[in-house]
C-alpha cells in the first residue's frame, strides 16, 4: 500500500472553507484515495472516496491531480462539529484482502 | 442493515492477566474483518485482519492474537497483558469498496 503523509494539524475558523492535502507520491494506477473523519472515543468515518479529478459529495469535495500524487479534501464552511481528525487512505480496495492502514490523520480545530 | 458489536466498551484489567474481545457483525455476509488499537492522541495501528473463517493477518508482532471463528465473529485475545497493551480497540468490517465499518470501540486500561 502507497504511503501517504499529511499536515499533523490544522486550525480554522466557522464559516470557512478547509482544504487538507495528502501526498501519496507512491500511489499505483490501481489505487483509489480514501477519507475518514474520526471524532475522540469513536471509530473513524467514512467520508468520500476518489480515483481521479474531483469528487462531491454532501460532505466534501475531493479534489485528485492528474498526476495522482497527492489530493486534498475539501470541507465547505466548517463548523464547530468537524472538529476531529482526518485520515486519507490510498489502496487498491478492490482488493479481497485490502489492508485498509490508516497513517496519522490530520486534527483539524475548528474555533467559533 | 449491516450492525457491529463490539464489547465490552470499558475494560480495566491487571497486568499478566488475559484479554478477550469480541467483534461481531450482522446484516452482511462474508466480510473483510479488522482490529485496531489506537494509544491516546495517536493514529490507528492495525493489528490483524481477516478474510475469511481461519485466515488471520497479523500486521505487527506483539502480544496480541486474533481469531475467526464464525464467518462474522473476529475475537482478539492475549494470555497475558502488559500495560503496553492499554488502548482504544476497534473493530471493523468491509464488504466491497473503501467504506469500512467500525464498532464502538473498548477501552482498555491494563493495570
Known amino acids: 500500500l502507497a504511503k501517504t503523509t499529511q499536515p499533523i494539524s490544522m486550525d480554522s475558523y466557522e464559516g470557512q472553507e478547509v482544504n487538507i492535502t495528502c501526498s501519496h507520491n507512491n500511489i499505483a494506477t490501481n489505487d483509489y484515495i480514501t477519507w475518514y473523519q474520526q471524532f475522540p472515543s469513536q471509530g473513524p468515518r467514512f467520508i468520500i472516496q476518489g480515483y481521479k479529478t474531483k469528487v462531491t459529495n454532501e460532505v466534501a469535495s475531493l479534489f485528485i491531480p492528474a498526476d495522482r500524487k497527492s489530493s486534498t479534501l475539501s470541507l465547505p464552511r466548517v463548523s464547530l462539529s468537524d472538529t476531529a481528525v482526518y485520515y486519507c487512505l490510498v489502496g487498491e480496495w478492490m482488493d479481497s484482502s485490502y489492508k485498509l492502514i490508516f497513517g496519522s490523520g490530520t486534527r483539524l480545530l475548528v474555533r467559533p | 442493515s449491516q450492525t457491529i458489536h463490539q464489547w465490552p466498551a470499558t475494560l480495566v484489567q491487571p497486568v499478566g492477566s488475559p484479554l478477550s474481545l469480541e467483534c461481531t457483525v450482522e446484516g452482511t455476509s462474508n466480510p473483510n474483518l479488522y482490529w485496531y488499537r489506537q494509544a491516546a492522541g495517536r493514529g490507528l495501528q492495525l493489528l490483524f485482519y481477516s478474510v475469511g473463517i481461519g485466515q488471520i493477518s497479523s500486521e505487527v508482532p506483539q502480544n496480541l492474537s486474533a481469531s475467526r471463528p464464525q464467518d462474522r465473529q473476529f475475537i482478539l485475545s492475549s494470555k497475558k497483558l502488559l500495560l503496553s497493551d492499554s488502548g482504544f480497540y476497534l473493530c471493523?468490517?468491509?464488504?466491497?469498496?473503501?467504506?469500512?465499518?467500525f464498532g464502538q470501540g473498548t477501552r482498555l486500561t491494563v493495570v
Open positions: 471493523a468490517w468491509r464488504r466491497q469498496g473503501p467504506e469500512a465499518f
